[in-house]
């Protein structure tokens, strides 16, 4: 069986949605830059062991990135799973997980890469949004894309409304993207592209406003 570690710095909803999902996969652990992480708790609640790497200890990126490389690293995870992990990596721990770190992103990528992604959409008035997981890549937020989901934006959104929605859907597609990991049915290939297996397609056009 696969086996993950899972990088929060907050309250760890997606880490939740992924630990209820009964995965075909084990999680070794869950690692958090931030020792006040609601997140923490909820892991060792369900049992796993947890791990602080406190990014303000150390004097660098790359001082940090490599203590967490080497706590990752004792788990001797296949796959590394960023689950609201707020710190840049730097592009030696990029590549040294290549094609085995995976993030998730609320907002449909390229499009809204960074923070304030639900604010910046209503500013410009998309009225499409939703949330990405993708492989990492040393170029923040761009990296191959695994699965989207997009939802439409309704007039009464305010941040706090559209960022719930898209939550919503974020423990969708996570739980669905670490799934197909695990179990072999994609995979990212020499060029970079992620190559499915077997993977049903469904064909549907979102409309918003809807037409009438
Ligand atoms: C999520 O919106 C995720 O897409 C982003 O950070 C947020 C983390 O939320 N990267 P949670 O800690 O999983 O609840």
């Known amino acids: ?17 992924l630990l209820e999902a009964k ?27 947890t791990a602080v790497i406190e990014h303000r200890d150390y004097a660098d990126r ?64 998309v009225k499409i949004h939703g949330c990405t997981v993708h492989f990492v890549s040393s170029d923040l937020d761009h990296g191959p894309i695994i699965i989207q989901a997009a939802l439409p934006v309704l007039p009464e959104d305010t941040e706090q409304t559209l960022a719930a929605r898209v939550l919503h859907e974020e423990h969708h597609i996570y739980p669905q993207a670490i799934r197909w990991l695990c179990t072999g049915k994609i995979e990212l290939n020499e060029p970079g592209q992620v190559v499915f297996r077997g993977s049903k397609q469904s064909s549907f056009t979102l409309f918003s406003p809807a037409l009438e």
Do not use: Q, W
């Open 62 to 125: 790359e001082s940090f990135d490599a203590a967490l490389a080497r706590t990752i690293d004792t788990f001797d995870p296949d796959y590394v799973v960023l689950a609201g992990f707020m710190r840049i990596l730097t592009a030696g721990f990029v590549s040294r997980y290549h094609g085995r770190l995976v993030n998730i992103h609320p907002s449909l990528l390229p499009a809204y890469s960074g923070l304030n992604t639900h604010a910046r959409a209503l500013h410009d008035g």
């Open 23 to 49: 995965l075909p996969c084990r999680v070794a652990a869950v690692i958090s830059n931030r020792a006040n992480a609601g997140g923490l708790g909820i892991a060792k609640a369900h049992g796993i062991p």
């Open 1 to 17: 069986m696969k086996s993950i570690v899972i990088l929060i710095s907050g309250r760890g909803s997606n880490m939740l949605a």
